[in-house]
């Protein structure tokens, strides 16, 4: 039987194309219209796995998955880095005769650059998807979309610049979401959220355990605790897979430490090798 993988959807977005990396083009695709409803195929059982867009090299994180990602208990059980390559997409005969620019917006982010050097009148868009914002594209003549060449096949778009992405390597780093934790490689990842006391020296305390434990960490990031002003959840991802002992002990500690705790998973690290 085929594995159901959901994903941020129309067809030919860049979050397809992980999927396909991820799972190989047996599985079936379910194309989804938000990242909540990514979430939710798989929660309801409608998918057996989710793959959500986390971080990208120039933008950031992607608030809305690490918002996801606190509230499931879906777990992380694999990631992947993949290349972006931004075209900007249309029907019209140039790029000069585009008046509207639709994309997502962390897309929108990504080619900023560009767009404020050779479309600097041009309005811009957010669109829930590139695949959306290629959609739209092809129902205007003015109208242009920031999306792969992909898109372009699919909505039978014109490639009217290519390589617009202000940083030539942006790249995005996504991951998917099932049950179950997957075995330890000895390549791999842990992430988890937690939420330190509020009080002068909590989070040096809190990165003191790492460092006691032996425990490289490779990314810090807060984002505000839902339903109190102005405390924050800290997402974490280190070195490590919660098998190991030196990982497991300063995990324990970290339990004890903080008032809000969840691992988010233990998984294959990207840069390991092909997954």
Not at 8 to 18: I, Q, V
Not at 234 to 254: P, R, S
Request: with cysteine; charged share 20%; proline share 4%.
């Amino acid at each position: 039987m085929k594995q159901r993988v959901a994903y941020l959807g129309p067809r030919g977005t860049y979050s397809e194309l992980a999927a396909r990396r991820l799972f190989g083009d047996g599985a079936q695709l379910v194309a989804c219209q938000t990242l909540d409803d990514v979430v939710r195929a798989v929660e309801e059982g409608r998918a057996e796995f989710g793959v959500l867009p986390i971080e990208n090299s120039a933008e950031g994180s992607i608030h809305r998955t690490l918002d996801l990602l606190a509230a499931t208990n879906l777990t992380v059980q694999r990631e992947l880095v993949l290349p972006i390559g931004h075209q900007l997409l249309g029907k019209a005969a140039t790029y000069a005769d585009v008046t509207e620019v639709w994309a997502h917006p962390q897309a929108l982010g990504q080619c900023r650059n560009w767009l404020a050097r050779c479309l600097p009148a041009a309005t811009q868009h957010a669109a829930r998807s590139n695949g959306e914002a290629a959609q739209v594209a092809a129902a205007s003549e003015h109208a242009a979309a920031i999306a792969s060449e992909t898109a372009a096949e699919l909505y039978n778009l014109h490639v009217l610049a290519k390589d617009i992405a202000d940083d030539p390597h942006n790249t995005t780093r996504f991951v998917s979401l099932g049950t179950g934790q997957p075995a330890a490689t000895g390549r791999d990842r842990t992430s988890l959220v937690c939420s330190p006391p509020n009080k002068v020296g909590s989070l040096y305390g809190l990165l003191g355990i790492f460092a006691k434990h032996q425990v490289n960490l490779t990314r810090l990031e807060s984002r505000p605790l839902p339903g109190k002003a102005w405390d924050y959840l800290f997402y974490i991802d280190c070195d490590g897979h919660v098998a190991d002992d030196n990982l497991a002990a300063a995990l324990k500690e970290v339990q004890t430490y903080t008032a809000h705790y969840k691992l988010l998973g233990s998984y294959p690290r990207a840069d390991g090798g092909q997954l």
